[in-house]
Structures are given as structure tokens and as C-alpha cells.
């Protein structure tokens, strides 16, 4: 048996969190993760997606927020923020194009007036609930089914199983397969826009705004939840959001190492990963991005763990084979038995299934 530091110092794997008085809530990939993010849940993002449309010759783009829509949070998109899609297209993490998205008030029909622009230029005028197309973009917001699938129950129950805060096991396990997501709902802002306005490489991340501060940003999914909070308190996690990706090696690549070396004790591993999860950008390569509802990772030649995400991608899976030792051939755990999302999705926009 092999007992390893207590949580805070551990910080591998998913850290989870507990929120008010429902202990099972928890920061999953982004799910109710910083402080901010925590005060603003209409500005948490909980996921970022991209994959390719069903045209072929569009991209797909997604940024969800409102962590268990309906339930712990609104349904509603913050009047007083922004949602910005961020695109870098020369490789440099600094965003070349942004793509914001905001919203009014009530509309007629009680939906949400919204308005798209690219680099501050109005592309579309829309509301809620509806695909609206214009300025060579299509763009649909509202409550759709959380894509989102974990096991969390089983995996808090490894993580501790005696309750007393020290992590410790014996080896692989195996979980129950239950979906924690099951049946959860988010509000969802889905982007359709040309693969030339990206070109045939670049970089995404998503950031929400609110009196130009940032609440939260996400690129790759779970890096913050992972490796922000074990060496520090919850509020390195803001200071995580509002670092720009071009600062991320700087800032954050000691403590990622640091958290990796749990795992990787005495390699030249956790350098290397570091190395390939930031800075924090999302990598599309647009001639072989996955559609929707495929389950594959599509890593590429250039060091990149993976090439968009799509909606089916189990990347639970993928984190807690790279986290938990997979790299060096020992992983400790390599699935949660959860494979697919709970409902199946429609492969046509706006690609995410329905709200429940």
C-alpha cells in the first residue's frame, strides 16, 4: 500500500470540491472551479469544443457556462459580460481574432437579445433559443444537455476512500460507471464559422469578461482543476484565468511540473508534459478535426496532446491516464467506466442534445 501526501499537496488527478451543503458538486472539468467563476456562474465555463461542422467546410466552437443549469445555477446569460471565442492563427498564444458574444435583456418573445462580433465588428443581431446566421457565421445560445461525462462519485470514493482527507491505494481499480452529469443541462453558446477564418492551424481558448476583469477562461480541459490548486490557495486559480496563455510557461509551468512529479518522481517526464499542456490553447488543425460525435483523439505530429475536442471525446479517460503515470507505462487508473455522454447527439447544429 502506498500513501501519498494529502490532498492539497497531491493536487493529481481531478480535484474535487465541495459546494455549500451537496457534496457530490464538483470541479469537474471547469464546473464551479475559481472563486469568480463560483460568484458569476453565468460566466463559469464549464467546457470549451471544436470540431468539424457537418458541412465539412465549417468549424464548430463552443463555450458553455452555468454549471448545472437549472439547478445550481441560472439558465440565463450574463447582460453584464462577455463571452469571447479567442483565436490565435500565428502560434504565438496571443489571440489574433476574438469573436464576442454578449446579451440583452428580455427580447418580445421573453428570449435574450444577442449580439456576435468579430474584433468588435457585428457579424449577426439574434436572440436565444434560435440558429441565427449573418456575417458568414451561424450562432445558437440556450439550454442544451451538459456533454460532459464522469464518474465522480467513484472517483471521490478512490481518491478517499476512509474519508480522512489522505490519499491512498493499492493499485488500479475500477469504478461503477454511474454518470455524476447525468441528466445536467448548461447554457450553451455554439459558434459555426468558416475554416478560413482560421487557417489551416490555430489556437482556442475561451474567456468570459465583467467589467474588464476575466472570470474565467479555459483552452485544453480539467488544466486548471488539475494542477492550479494543490501548492496554493483557490485564489491562484483566478489569477490562473486572468493569465494571459503567452504567460502561461512563465507563470504556471513549476507548479504543473511539480504536481507531476507525484507521479513521475525522478523522470524527465514532467518537463515534457508541462511542455505539451501549455501555454493553456485549445490546437485545431482543420483539415483533421474529429465531427461531433466522434470518440477518437486526434493528437498530431507537432506535439499536441489533442487536435480540437469533440462533444464524445472521453477526456476523463485521457487525464487520468497522463496524470496518474500512464506516460511512463504504470498507469494508476486509465477510465471511470464512463465512456459516452448519456444521451446521444444530433451530429447537426447545434450539435449538443437537447436540454432535459
Known sequence: MRTLPRLPVLGAAIVILTVGAAPFLASAADHLEAP?????????ITDIYAFDAASRKNTVLVINVNPLAGVV?????????QYRFNIDRTGDAIADDVYTVTFGKNAPDGKQSLTLRKDGTVLL??????????GGAKLFAGVRDDPFFFDLASFRRWRDPDGDGTFTY???????????????????????IPD???????????????DGTVVDRMG???????????????????AYNQTAPSADVATWGGLFTAVLDVFYTDTGLPGTITSLLLPDVLHIDTANLGKSTGTSFTGDNAG??????????????LELLVVTGGLEGSPVLTTDDVDANDVAFPGAFPYLAPAH
Not at 469568480?36 to 463559469?44: P, R, S, T, Y
Not at 462533444?311 to 479517460?317: G, K, P, R
Request: net charge negative; glycine share 14%.
Open 36 to 44: 469568480l467563476a463560483k460568484a458569476n456562474h453565468d460566466l463559469d
Open 73 to 81: 445555477s441560472g439558465t440565463r446569460f450574463a447582460t453584464h459580460g
Open 125 to 134: 443581431r439574434g436572440t436565444t433559443g434560435n440558429a441565427n446566421v449573418g
Open 170 to 192: 493499492t493499485g488500479p481499480t475500477t469504478f461503477d460507471g454511474i454518470d455524476f452529469f447525468r441528466g445536467t443541462n448548461v447554457s450553451a453558446i455554439v459558434l459555426e
Open 196 to 210: 478560413a477564418w482560421l487557417g489551416s492551424s490555430a489556437g482556442f481558448w475561451g474567456t468570459t469578461v465583467k
Open 220 to 238: 485544453k480541459p480539467a488544466l486548471a482543476t488539475v494542477f492550479v490548486n494543490p501548492f496554493g490557495g483557490e485564489s491562484d486559480k483566478d
Open 304 to 317: 499536441h496532446i489533442l487536435n480540437g475536442r469533440t462533444l464524445a471525446e472521453d477526456v476523463i479517460d
